[in-house]
Structures are given as C-alpha cells and as structure tokens.
C-alpha cells in the first residue's frame, strides 16, 4: 500500500502512513472472537520451468482454508470441499494464539465483501542479514526444519487488520499448525506533523516449536518509489540494536521480550516519513524473505490507438535474497489472462541496507495482441518469500465501452432531455390552441 505525495498533503498538518506486515522469517495477541473463519484463499506457486533458464509461469487455484484453535476442533464435516475447489487445496491449520480468528476475517454468511488471502509454498534457509546470522550459528538444520511450509497473507475487511503466517505441516498431510504470526492493526495511519506516532506490529511464535527458544529478531523498514531505507533493526538474541538505527525511531524493548509488541514508535512525525514501512520477524533457520516492492511505470498507462506500441516498465525493490524473477501478463475484458514475457530485465542492484531491486521493460505491441477492448497489463514478481503482483489499465481508443454507472448516467440524460422536449413541445403546443381560440 503506498501513500500519496503530493503537494496538498504536505500543506496539511498530517501524515499518512501504511505498514507492509510481513514477516521475513530466519523463522525467524490473541485477537478476540466469537469463532474462528473459514477461509477462502488464492494458492499460488510457480510452475516447473521448460529448463534451460526459461522462468515458470505461475498458477493460481483456488483452495479453502479451515481455521481450528486446535486439532480436535476441525469436524467431520469440514472434510468436504466445495464443488468448485479440489480436495487437494483444502487445508486444515490451527492456530492456538486464536489470532486467524479475528472477527474481520470472518464476514456475517452471504456477505459479498470477503477478506483477501494469499497462500505460498515456503522455502526454509538461513539469513546473511548481521542482525539475524546469530540465530544460526551453529549452521545445523534441524530436522523439524523437514516437512511442507507455507506462508499465509490476509487483510482483513475495511483494512482492519494485516496477517502473515508462517505454518508447519508434518510432509504429505494438509494438517499444517502456525509456527509463526505477525500481525498489524494500523494497516494505514494518519499523524500530525511533529507529534509522535506509533505503527502497530505483534507476533507470536509458538512455544512448543524448537525453534521458539532460540532467540529472534526485528526489523523496520521504509520504502517509497523503489528507494528503501533499514529504520531500526533488533538481535534479541544479543539484545542489541543495529547501529544503522535512524534516529528518532524505537521500540518498546520490555513490551517487545514480554509480549511480542514490536510495533516502531517515531518521536516526531516529519513530511519524509511518509511512505510504507515493512516489519519483519525472524526466528532461526526459517527465513520468509522480503517480498518486493511493485511499481509499474507509467500510470496510468495513456490512451492506446489500435497498432500503436507502448513502453511500460516495472520495479521490484526491497527484497532479499537475490532470487527473483519477473514477467508480464495481459488479462482481457472477457477476464482470460495469457503471458507477455518477461521484457528486457535489467540486472540487480543493491542498496547500502542489504536489499536489492531490479526492473523489466515491456515492449507492448498492440498490433500484435488482439486488445479487443483493452484489458490490465500485470507485472508479476516470483520470490521464495511469496508472488507479488501489480497492474495497470490498459484502454484502447474505439473499443472502450461505458461502464453501468455511464449508461445508467446516459439514460438519466436521455430522460430528462426527453422530458424538456415534450414540455416544450407542450408549451409550445399551448400556445398555439390559445392564439386560435382568441383569432
């Protein structure tokens, strides 16, 4: 989520901030509710590549997702997939900090408003990050690190709340129990210039993993138009702060040991603190890495005549470890999708903080795609911490066609002018029967 710049924001007397919760996990609040979801999610995973380099497409299915508090509380029942849904993507996760059961994401049944999730199959390794490397020092993976992995994204209704989880499923079952999660209430915050400010973020670790009581650590950081900065970093194993920490900027360490609050407190909001800010926990061996960040340029993309070629480009930033790969997608009016390629991708650069960013350039010939009536150009970015998207309209000149709100707007037109016409048609009508009265 970004946040506007420009000059009326900064004129006002407020701030606008969005947090990115997501938990990079080296693995590194119970929220109330009446009962737990039951969760309808996108599984998306890339393809097997054709080799020789090539990069795999991504897929998206469907999937259902059953929330339990515990493994006793999944009912017979809930064993049945829907008709649309394949057996296979039917999991079952449970969630003892009960923090998948807040109430917004669990909509009152036939809501057409829904919660967004997102699963991703999750890759275990070590991180190089200085302030993490200590929570593998013995450089030994255990064994437990051997079994199925996935990281869950949700936003809950109205943005009331941001989830990443990371769970555990014992290899070749769907009973997966969460390991990790990190949680935000203040998905997007407003703050007065030169008045403190406090971007929310918890996480729970489950106590019964090996992994739990082998230390952890925190990490804020700042992105905004592809530039990215590291705020504070936390080694709670050495209870240090990185000495890269930007001043003005802390947590609440007792909070933080005792009860997971990890949330960043800034002294005194100013106008270059806008922008979007990522917390990230770590605890050992299980590293869910740094999603990028996604902009596409232009955009909006301008008008399009049938034949004319247009020059889009897409940048990833703020992510880490290097793996990355970038492609195009074009999705039609009629809501098909097909592939474009991956561009011109430049190479990767690296920022001073650790993280990396790169950008591809499509070339998009609409002469040689069947637009039809325009559609969505899609830049898609696959990384081990997860599959991340953007878009922007695409509208061609001749085939665009009015939305219900335009034709609902012409036709409201259409009366009223058919309204003036017999009134004055009426009037005028009047006028005459009166002067043949009176002759």
Sequence with gaps: MRLKDNTADIRSTYIYFSIYCQFLVNLLSKVCSSSCPLLECWFVQEKVGRGGGLTGATTQEKSLIHIGTSPNSHSTESQRAPA????????????????????????P?????????????????????????????????????????FSTALQGLDQQLGISSITRAPSGTKEHRVILSVTSKTISVQARLRKPVMLDCSFW???????????????????FRGDGRLVLAYDGKTDRLADTQEEGATLDIEGLLKKGNASLIL??????????????????Y????????????????????????????????????????????????????????????????????????????????????????????????????????????????????PSIEDSMAMVGVALVLYGLIKFVSWTFTSSGSKRSINN
């Design 84 to 107: 649309d849904i394949s057996p296979d993507k039917v999991y079952f996760i449970t969630d003892p900090a009960a923090t998948l059961c807040h109430h917004s994401l669990n909509p």
């Design 267 to 284: 002294q005194e909001a100013k106008v270059r603190h806008s922008g979007t800010y990522i917390c990230t926990v770590y605890l050992p």
């Design 286 to 401: 299980l590293l869910a890495q740094v999603p990028p960040s996604l902009s596409i340029h232009p955009s909006p993309l301008p008008l399009t005549v049938p034949g004319q070629t247009l020059t889009v480009r897409c940048e990833a930033s703020g992510f880490a470890p290097l793996s990355l790969e970038l492609s195009w997608e074009f999705k039609g009016a009629n809501g098909k999708s097909r592939p474009l390629g991956s561009g011109s991708v430049t190479g990767h650069r690296q920022a001073w903080d650790g993280t990396f960013s790169q950008s591809s350039r499509l070339e998009l010939d609409t002469s040689k795609l069947d637009l039809d009536r325009g559609g969505e150009v899609i830049c898609v970015a696959v990384h081990p911490g997860g599959t991340r998207r953007a878009s922007v309209a695409l509208n061609v000149i001749g085939f665009s066609t």
């Design 205 to 223: 670790a489950d106590p019964s993993s090996p992994l739990s009581g082998s230390g952890f650590a925190v990490e804020w950081r700042y992105q």
């Design 109 to 149: 049944r036939g809501s057409i408003k829904k919660p967004q999730c997102e699963i991703n199959p999750f890759l275990p390794q070590p991180s190089t990050l200085k302030w993490v490397a200590p929570l593998t020092d013995s450089a030994l993976s255990p064994i437990y690190l051997q079994a199925d992995w």
